[in-house]
């Protein structure tokens, strides 16, 4: 049974394995970060937020210092579909950002009904407005 983990992950019950969704690979081990099995690219902040004021007439411009903040992006090294992008300090490892518990994880879904989509939550309906005019 493959259980969704997030918009690019899956993971496999059976074989324990992190799997992409696009391409289908089996990536490694779910009981390990699934960072472990991806491409990595880190790439300079001003790629991504580029400085608003020029930087040849000003030190501050308003964009990340890549001395500072790196962006990392991990992709499935199969079809390199984007699975992860985090802000880090340049030589920080990758973020342990999902730890779940595959024993648990199969006693949960034992008697489920796999899922060949994931599931949304409802439409958000936002709540009607109380303000009164002049205060509360």
């Given at each position: 049974?493959?259980?969704?983990i997030?918009?690019?992950?899956i993971i496999?019950?059976?074989?324990?394995n992190?799997v992409?969704r696009s391409?289908?690979?089996?990536?490694?081990?779910?009981?390990?970060?699934?960072?472990?099995f991806?491409?990595?690219?880190?790439?300079?902040?001003k790629e991504?937020?580029?400085?608003?004021?020029d930087?040849?007439?000003?030190?501050?411009t308003?964009?990340p210092?890549?001395?500072?903040?790196?962006?990392v992006?991990?992709?499935?090294p199969?079809?390199?579909?984007?699975?992860e992008?985090?802000?880090?300090?340049?030589g920080?490892?990758?973020?342990?950002?999902i730890?779940?518990?595959?024993?648990a994880?199969?006693?949960?879904?034992a008697?489920?009904e796999?899922?060949?989509?994931?599931v949304m939550?409802?439409?958000?309906?936002?709540?009607p407005?109380?303000?009164?005019?002049?205060?509360h």
């Open positions: 049974m493959r259980v969704f997030t918009d690019a992950l496999d019950l059976e074989s324990e992190w992409c391409c289908d690979t089996e990536l490694g081990s779910a009981r390990e970060s699934y960072k472990h991806m491409k990595v690219r880190p790439r300079d902040p991504i937020h580029a400085p608003i004021i930087p040849n007439k000003y030190e501050i308003f964009a210092d890549a001395n500072w903040v790196q962006i992006e991990y992709y499935c199969h079809c390199a579909r984007l699975a992008a985090e802000y880090l300090p340049p920080h490892p990758p973020a342990h950002d730890e779940l518990d595959i024993d994880l199969k006693k949960q879904w008697e489920r796999e899922l060949s989509e994931p939550g409802p439409e958000f309906v936002a709540p407005h109380h303000h009164k005019k002049g205060g």
